[in-house]
């Protein structure tokens, strides 16, 4: 029903001859079918009362008025079609609007995150929807318009023309009998006249004028002049009654045929409109609906109804995870109690007050103790990572992270990140090469940047195997390694997944937002840790025609990256220079800390950049605008764990300015 209703059905007027013939023949069986049911059709009777008015005097004039009556109706509908048209655009263009300014509010840094964030993006992208829906009703509604306004024109183009014709026969036996009147009317006088003077009746007033003619001269001119008199009325009724006759047979049911033609189109023209109208009113309401409330054969099929997603709104979720973003912070820690210390000069310390204990894990002395001893070897001698054997990666000991890296007192972390390993009880004594760990293989261990577990060991997911080892691995490796093993500035498996998405996934919406399948992702790595020289992504067979998961593999090993690809040393610096409000200032600021990075991780940046603006460039078809794509890479390629969780909307700010700058920061060679 909806394509049979579709604007580009429209409902033309079709012009009328003078003979009365309809231009199209295929426009008679469109209007039967769309006159009134066979139930509501006048009955013999009520036939005949209509063609008798109809055939009468005031049958061209009351069909004439009638046909303004439906012009009338037609053009009031078509310009209620035409308001309607504008009020439906400009609440589809305004809930468009502030859909995106929601969305761009939503992900601010001084904006609630976490469930309720994703949730607005789900709410955005349906209101969006309604928003499409309601502009193809406005167009709809304006085609229907215009096809209103010119069926109107056409039939009062029409009704001037049959109204000229129609009218002209009327007047034209009008006049003829007028005449006839006129014409008895000196008959009629000539013969009181003519019978006066035979009587000898001298009482007529103007023959005592003429007094010079005798009595035979007055009647014998008289009698001449009521004979012609005679001659020009019977002349005038003929005439008279061949007008007639003609209006009658030819001119009068002629005029009525084409002004009934005109009502019925005109009507049928406007009922098809409001057909169409309500149609279009259902269609439009329907998919809003199903927007909001999609129908599903299973709980778990389809997208998510709006309820749905409100419901998955966790504020105690959100609530704690915004508290521990800050556990990392150097005042998250308890303060050390009080303690009285009497001097030893006046007997050391009193009875009944112990000395202060020990520090406890995450506290403040403790990190310090431990940091003291990493900045003095001389004092502490610990194993250099140097020293220690490196093992194959296809080792199957458990890949545990090693205390020197958890330790390192550059970085900022969470006070479990200090723990050496599960199990192990930290003391202020010095570490010494005897009671260090064992050295750990060099097997790729989880990145820093990561969210890190307690688990003693890396497996991969549950029902995925790996059935390659990986003789040249490349997750988990840094930029740096990659590039002294592999001599390419720009990693392989970053290459082979850019021309995957651009040549079979530019047009895909939400490319790099939809989450791909696991299992192909898990298949994928492995291909690429065994030899990424004999994987091709330019066949889709060879990533299971899902390039969803090629995004998704591209994102992995950015975020199993030892170092983030905007680099840990940097960190700062770009979460500073976002927060600048200048566009222009903090473009300049960005490119030059950019041009800083190592010449691995600019390259690489240079490639996924370009390649980004290549995916934006297709926004109207992906819907992955910058803003999209920045939400989407912000702490993947910037870090997404411990004190940068506090900056995810400033990372996102990072991003989005790189990539609406990209010839402007990065050379399109």
Not at 228 to 253: F, G, I, M, T
Not at 414 to 437: D, E, I, K, T, V
Not at 611 to 627: D, F, I, K, P
């Amino acid at each position: 029903m909806a394509e049979s209703l579709s604007p580009s059905a429209s409902f033309s007027a079709r012009p009328l001859s003078q003979d009365g013939a309809i231009a199209s023949a295929s426009s008679n069986s469109g209007l039967a079918d769309l006159n009134p049911p066979s139930d509501s059709a006048p009955n013999d009777q009520t036939k005949e009362r209509i063609e008798t008015i109809l055939q009468s005097e005031i049958g061209v004039t009351t069909l004439l008025a009638r046909l303004k009556q439906s012009i009338a109706s037609a053009r009031d509908f078509s310009t209620f079609l035409k308001k309607r048209s504008v009020l439906e655009d400009e609440h589809a263009q305004g809930l468009k609007k502030l859909a995106r300014q929601t969305q761009e509010a939503a992900h601010k840094p001084d904006t609630r995150q976490g469930t309720y964030s994703r949730a607005q993006d789900e709410i955005t992208r349906i209101h969006e929807q309604m928003a499409d829906h309601g502009l193809q009703f406005a167009v709809s509604l304006y085609q229907m318009s215009v096809d209103l306004s010119e069926l109107s024109e056409n039939i009062e183009k029409s009704r001037k023309q049959w109204k000229a014709s129609g009218l002209a026969a009327e007047k034209k036996v009008t006049d003829a009998e007028a005449l006839v009147e006129k014409a008895k009317a000196k008959y009629d006088s000539l013969a009181e006249q003519y019978d006066r003077v035979k009587t000898g009746d001298k009482q007529g007033g103007k023959f005592g004028l003429k007094g010079h003619k005798s009595a035979i001269q007055q009647e014998e001119e008289l009698s001449r002049k009521v004979q012609n008199a005679d001659a020009d009325y019977q002349a005038k009724v003929q005439a008279a009654q061949s007008a007639r006759k003609e209006l009658l047979a030819s001119h009068r049911p002629q005029t009525i045929h084409q002004l009934r033609q005109l009502i019925f189109e005109c009507d049928s023209g406007l009922t098809l409109q409001l057909q169409k109208y309500a149609a279009f009113n259902e269609r439009n309401l329907l998919g809003k609906g199903l927007c909001v409330s999609p129908l599903k054969n299973a709980p778990s099929d389809g997208p998510k109804s709006l309820r749905e997603i409100v419901h998955e709104v966790d504020s105690t979720k959100d609530f704690n995870q915004h508290i521990l973003t800050h556990e990392g912070s150097s005042g998250a820690v308890k303060a050390p109690e009080v303690q009285y210390h009497r001097h030893p000069t006046l007997g050391g310390p009193l009875p009944g007050i112990s000395p202060a204990p020990t520090s406890q894990p995450g506290s403040f002395n403790t990190r310090q103790n431990a940091q003291t001893s990493l900045a003095v070897p001389s004092q502490q001698p610990l194993a250099s990572p140097s020293s220690q054997p490196v093992t194959s990666p296809t080792t199957d000991l458990p890949a545990q992270l090693s205390p020197l890296t958890i330790m390192n007192p550059d970085t900022t972390d969470s006070a479990s990140q200090y723990q050496a390993y599960p199990g192990s009880a930290r003391s202020n004594q010095p570490l010494s090469p005897a009671s260090a760990p064992a050295p750990f293989p060099s097997s790729p261990a989880k990145p820093f940047h990561q969210t890190s577990s307690n688990a003693p060991m890396m497996q991969p997911p549950n029902g995925f195997s790996n059935n390659l080892p990986p003789v040249r691995p490349v997750f988990g490796l840094s930029l740096e390694d990659l590039f002294r093993r592999d001599g390419t500035a720009v990693p392989v498996i970053v290459y082979q997944c850019i021309q995957a998405v651009e040549m079979f996934g530019l047009d895909m919406e939400g490319i790099y937002r939809q989450s791909g399948s696991a299992n192909h992702i898990n298949h994928m790595k492995a291909a690429f840790d065994n030899d990424s020289s004999k994987v091709d992504f330019t066949n889709p067979e060879s990533f299971f025609h899902d390039v969803n998961s090629v995004a998704g593999l591209l994102k992995q090993f950015f975020r199993e990256l030892p170092d983030p690809l905007f680099t840990r040393q940097f960190y700062n610096d770009f979460i500073n220079a976002a927060r600048i409000e200048n566009d222009g200032q903090r473009r300049d600021s960005l490119h030059a800390i950019i041009n800083g990075l190592p010449d691995p991780n600019y390259a690489t940046l240079r490639a996924l950049v370009l390649h980004l603006n290549r995916v934006q460039e297709h926004a109207s078809n992906n819907r992955m605008t910058a803003g999209n794509i920045a939400i989407c890479f912000g702490p993947t390629l910037m870090g997404a764990s411990g004190a940068s969780l506090i900056d995810s909307g400033w990372q996102n700010r990072v991003i989005e300015t790189v990539l609406l700058n990209t010839f402007q920061i990065f050379d399109d060679d």
